[in-house]
């Protein structure tokens, strides 16, 4: 499948339509008694209960809900309102500790001192929430922390939410994006087709050559134009069309110059003769469990010269193959505009609405971009659960993570959604550069970004709202997929929320999670991985983790020794630590390790297709964790808990610490072995 069902499909009014959105707030949705198992949010299940004589479920009015708290003997009963939220709420215990009537609402605290150029957007939105900004940092915690770049610039956060993921800045660079890309296509070709095909630089420049030389053989004609991506680069900078592989800049100085080189599409859908692309907001409120919210209003970015298929004689016009706005706004046709339709940046609802004029259905466009989101953050996610372990491992305090992202993507002449690019720190300035004399340039408003950008963050903020959250465990949302759910809290009408317009923002995932959850196989290897990794704060595995994976998940066997499991391990490090850019870790990080899991699925598993042995694989070794799982609960019990029980070698932390410098000592001398056999090369 590879975009949600036409009734799962958001409507395409809602994309375009700013003022209050009701339709969130259904009492329909959450008056729903469907008979569908109990589903968990929170702390709290959703059950619905069945007679104990007959096994039937007990008749009850459509509206009511009776919800088991985990882990207690308590059930709530509430009934949903007309509006969507739950009220007359009984509880057979302790029912005025756990509903007293809400307090005044404290005021929610925002670190501001690392908000770089969003600074602006930032002040206003809070502005909007009557919040606390302390833009100078505040010596206790605050409730937020707004960073302009990455994670890390706030050092020693150990509470509250900070806007950035750790690692997402490395994972979105051109060349492990496109890996993580890569791997997914390899999984499902069909659902990921919306990737350009790339080839990283300069790893695989013989591949690139070999099948484009296998391209032209089998048709003379064919002439594809290439886009060269510098690794890191942004806003344009170093990007180059070529037409024959001879053209690629592959060193600069006596420096080799990483990247990517993919395919250009060259057949985008053009407005006013101008080729341009979409910039959608994107907010991942969580990766564990994960949920992705698209804003309802974005951006175009418009060339500023039209646009011609791609030829010798134009591969150097950045004006009318480029759509970044940094370069454009260099380009004397470029128009700036205070309305949202015209110009050179305008809004995609006023883009939407032009399409929608000439014919275009819409909802299947927005339909498709939603799926091309959620399959992106689907690849990866993965990486970043390692990352995110890595830096704030179980048991560590630390903050908990939220981050916006730009999604750049271009719309083919047959309106099929490509993915250009996705930011890790989309811009967020509210201001543009404009030139008040030759040469001189000064940032002045400009309201198409204000628009678009302050709601954004303002609804981020709301969403991010510790109050809505402590909320949201109080009542929990509907159960099932597809379902609207209201974001909207219950709030006093003296709150700023009774007063601001309906959140811009649309949660999609979990909303689309049926349509979607068989993707989302890499994740099942990363929890593989994260649970082999073994000591706190590692990243890559090493071989004896990497034996303990095999011997637990009983992979070895007389065909397939421990011997060769050692040299699966050296071979992929062995290649992987040659393409890493930092390969100052040593041992086998997430990337070699999905490779190694595919060749092993593949060695199993044979005569089935790739995913399939995937699967297999992932199955059989999910039940030898759990097996393990087990007999470590049962050996516990029948020891009674004590201190003193044996646990399996490779759990108890005193073993994991052993193998992980017998690791250390195996990498060292594995590298001296590596280097001497590069050497004979
Ligand atoms: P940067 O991070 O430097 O902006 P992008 O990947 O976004 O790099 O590419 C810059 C611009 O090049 C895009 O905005 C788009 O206009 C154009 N572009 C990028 N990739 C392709 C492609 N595969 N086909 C056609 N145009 C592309």
Redesign the pocket.
């Known amino acids: 499948m590879s975009s949600p069902s036409a009734s799962a499909s958001p409507d395409a009014a809602s994309i375009i339509a700013t003022e209050r959105d009701t339709s969130t707030t259904s009492s329909k949705t959450l008056g729903k008694s469907d008979g569908k198992p109990a589903k968990e949010e929170g702390n709290l299940s959703v059950k619905h209960s069945k007679s104990p004589v007959s096994g039937q479920e007990q008749h009850r009015p459509d509206n009511e809900r009776h919800l088991l708290i985990r882990g207690t003997e308590k059930v709530l009963q509430s009934k949903s309102e007309p509006n969507g939220n739950y009220a007359n709420l009984k509880n057979n215990r302790d029912q005025d500790t756990l509903f007293k009537p809400p307090r005044k609402k404290r005021t929610v605290t925002v670190d501001s001192s690392k908000a770089k150029t969003s600074l602006e957007a930032l002040k206003i939105s809070i502005k909007h929430l009557k919040w606390k900004e302390f833009p100078l940092g505040r010596r206790s915690a605050c409730d937020i922390y707004w960073h302009g770049v990455s994670f890390h610039e706030n050092a020693n956060i150990v509470s509250g939410q900070v806007n950035k993921f750790p690692g997402m800045v490395e994972m979105l660079r051109?060349i492990n994006m496109s890996r993580a890309m890569r791997t997914m296509q390899e999984l499902f070709p069909e659902e990921y087709d919306f990737y350009?095909r790339s080839w990283i630089l300069p790893e695989e420049y013989q591949q690139f050559t070999a099948q484009l030389r296998m391209e032209k053989d089998s048709d003379v004609l064919i002439h594809h134009t290439f886009?060269v991506?510098p690794d890191g680069?942004?806003?344009?900078?170093?990007?180059y069309l070529i037409r024959d592989p001879s053209d690629l800049k592959l060193v600069s100085g006596s420096q080799v110059r990483q990247g990517v080189v993919?395919?250009?599409?060259?057949k985008?859908l053009l407005i006013d003769k101008l080729?341009f692309?979409i910039r959608l907001y994107v907010l991942i409120k969580s990766i564990e469990p994960l949920e992705i919210y698209i804003a309802k209003e974005g951006l175009t970015?418009f060339?500023t010269e039209p646009y011609q298929e791609p030829s010798q004689k134009n591969l150097s016009h950045v004006f009318m193959?480029?759509?970044?706005y940094s370069l454009n706004v260099h380009s004397g046709n470029f128009v700036h505009s205070d309305s949202q339709s015209t110009g050179s940046k305008r809004t995609l609802s006023s883009v939407l609405y032009r399409l929608a004029a000439k014919g275009v259905d819409i909802k299947k466009v927005w339909s498709d971009i939603i799926a091309l989101v959620i399959k992106t953050i689907i690849a990866v996610v993965p990486e970043l659960k390692v990352y995110y372990q890595a830096e704030i491992p179980p048991g560590k305090p630390g903050p908990t993570c939220f981050q916006i992202l730009g999604f750049?993507i271009?719309l083919m002449k047959n309106l099929k959604p490509?993915l250009?690019?996705v930011?890790s720190n989309p811009s967020m300035r509210i201001e543009h550069e404009q030139e008040i004399a030759p040469g001189v340039f000064e940032y002045v408003p400009s309201p198409v970004d204000e628009d678009v950008k302050v709601n954004v963050i303002r609804d981020t903020l709301r969403l991010m709202d510790p109050g809505r959250k402590k909320l949201a465990i109080a009542l929990p949302k509907p159960a099932g997929d597809g379902e609207e759910v209201s974001e909207e809290p219950d709030s006093p009408t003296s709150s700023p929320e009774a007063v601001l317009p309906s959140l811009c923002l649309k949660q999609v995932y979990p909303k689309y999670t049926k349509q979607f959850t068989y993707l989302r196989l890499v994740e099942r290897i990363a929890a593989l991985f994260i649970r082999f990794l073994g000591v706190k704060g590692n990243m890559r595995l090493g071989p004896t983790a990497f034996r303990t994976f095999i011997r637990t998940c009983k992979l070895s066997n007389s065909a397939f020794t421990m011997a060769s499991v050692d040299i699966l391990y050296i071979d992929i490090t062995r290649r992987w630590a040659g393409t890493l850019v930092d390969s100052r870790e040593a041992g086998m990080g997430l990337q070699a390790f999905v490779e190694a899991f595919s060749s092993l699925a593949c060695r199993r598993f044979k005569s089935v297709s790739r995913r399939q042995q995937v699967v297999a694989l992932l199955e059989l070794c999910e039940a030898g964790v759990s097996e393990e799982r087990r007999s470590l609960s049962c050996s516990r019990a029948l020891s009674g808990g004590s201190r003193s029980v044996t646990r399996s070698s490779h759990l108890s932390p005193a073993p994991l610490r052993r193998a992980a410098s017998q690791d250390q000592r195996l990498h060292y001398r594995l590298k001296a072995r590596t280097l001497r056999v590069n050497a004979d090369n």
């Open positions: 051109k350009p886009i991506k680069g942004s806003q344009g900078d170093g990007i993919q395919e250009y599409i060259h985008p080729k692309d970015r060339c193959h480029l759509t970044n750049d271009l490509i250009l690019e930011n």
